[in-house]
């Protein structure tokens, strides 16, 4: 009974805070409380099968299929905060506490009469116990529960399945797409600089530096552009460190005018006149 | 140990679980929602068969784990299947039914 003392309010606690809890994670995450308590309450109750099936199947199971939903489904994805129906919040909080006062009332005023207990049931093991009934009274129940697992499952693949409504393509057509896209909007057509080549550093987030000092803004992410992460490699830089190097003249970079971070030509660097590509543009993809 | 406790904890969660799934937007806390009320109804189950001394009730219970399991994956792929089309995965965003 000590055991459900310290369960009962935490468990309350962690259903009421599925109710308010804005972000659905946090929702799954109590419930996952909820759910390892219900176990150990099953566990105090003589019922050590439902509690390794509870813990196995509920939380290892079915709020892991959950979690995959919601990053599936995104994160972020909060709840609206607007009714439409109005008043439904309200109505809805009513109606539950008063349905909650009617069946706490009713069901703490049946007396069920002194607990007979479990140890005359569970005298030949919880298990082969469960199982005697299952393979004799339930059994028709039980078979039909298995085709009701199997007809979930088959649902579950019809629903997942998706038609590819244009064939897959190949590497070939690829090709052609790309060369034709250099032909008629200047993409370019081999792989981006890297970047760091030429610069002080040699990080994803510093790009490369010109011939003529200049920093290229095709050679990094387009992520860390948008995050602001970019580090700069100013053409003086440079020349700190070719004069550290001993020998500056030599290294010094001539600064000359011209077409910034893209290979001279008509190929413009590749900015956001390709959106089907700006997706791509993660770090360590090869074609940087 | 009485069994009433139990059974008083048990009609909290079912109660808290349909305020949640009266009140909630996003489909799949609502669904959560679902899950625990049928949580709170094996507790019952689990209370009424130590009670009375039997292993029904466990079994019972069992057989609601069962489907329980069936339709979280049922429901999780139809919530996936809306959310493929609509973007959304509101159960006020779903109302096409409704004009």
């Known amino acids: 009974m000590v055991a459900f003392w310290i369960l009962a ?6 259903a009421l805070g599925i109710l308010f809890a804005r ?18 309450l099953y566990a105090v109750q003589s019922a050590p099968f439902l509690f ?5 199947v509920y939380t290892g199971a079915i709020l892991m299929l959950f979690l995959f939903v919601l990053m ?57 116990g469960l199982a005697q009934l299952l393979f004799s009274r339930y059994i028709f129940a039980f078979e039909a529960t298995s085709a009701l697992l199997i007809t979930a499952a088959i649902g579950a693949m019809v629903l997942a399945h998706r038609e590819r409504l244009t064939p897959k393509p190949t590497q070939a057509a690829m090709a052609v797409q790309r060369l034709r896209d250099y032909a008629d909007k ?8 890297a970047p760091g080549v030429f610069a002080r550093h040699n990080a994803v987030d510093t790009p490369a530096l010109l011939p003529d000092g200049t920093p290229s803004e095709i050679s990094v992410s387009r992520t860390l552009t948008a995050r602001g992460n970019l580090r700069t490699a100013p053409a ?17 970079p001539v600064t000359r005018s011209g077409p910034r971070g893209a290979i001279d030509g008509p190929h413009a660097p590749r900015a956001d006149t390709d959106p089907d590509r700006a997706d791509r543009s993660e770090p360590g993809e090869g074609t940087r | 140990m009485s069994g009433t406790p139990f ?4 009609a909290i969660l079912f109660t808290i679980g349909s305020v949640g799934v009266l009140t909630r937007r996003n489909a799949i806390v609502a669904f959560m929602c679902v899950e625990l009320m049928l949580n709170a109804s094996n507790l019952a189950l689990v209370t009424f068969s130590r009670t009375n001394g039997n292993l029904d009730g ?42």
Do not use: W
């Open chain 1, 72 to 128: 599936l489904v995104g994160v972020d994805a909060s709840d609206s905060v607007v009714e439409t129906i109005r008043g439904q919040r309200l109505m809805a909080t009513v109606v539950g506490l008063l349905f909650g006062l009617v069946l706490v009332l009713g069901v703490g005023q049946v007396s069920l009469g002194a607990a007979t207990g479990l140890t005359s049931a569970n005298q030949a093991g919880n298990v082969p």
């Open chain 2, 58 to 99: 466990q079994v019972a219970a069992f057989f609601v784990m069962v489907v329980a399991a069936a339709e979280v994956v049922i429901g999780l792929a139809i919530i996936m299947t809306i959310f493929r089309t609509r973007r959304s995965a509101s159960v006020d965003d779903a109302s096409l039914l409704k004009y």
């Open chain 1, 186 to 193: 200047g993409t370019q057509l081999g792989p981006l600089p």
């Open chain 1, 9 to 14: 309010p935490i468990m309350v606690a962690c």
């Open chain 1, 23 to 40: 972000k659905a994670v946090h929702a799954a995450l109590l419930l996952a409380v909820v759910m390892i308590s219900l176990a150990v």
């Open chain 1, 52 to 56: 390794v099936v509870q813990i196995i």
């Open chain 2, 7 to 10: 059974l008083v904890l048990s």
């Open chain 1, 236 to 252: 003086s830089d440079v020349d700190t460190l070719t004069g550290s190097m001993g020998d500056g003249t030599s290294y010094r």
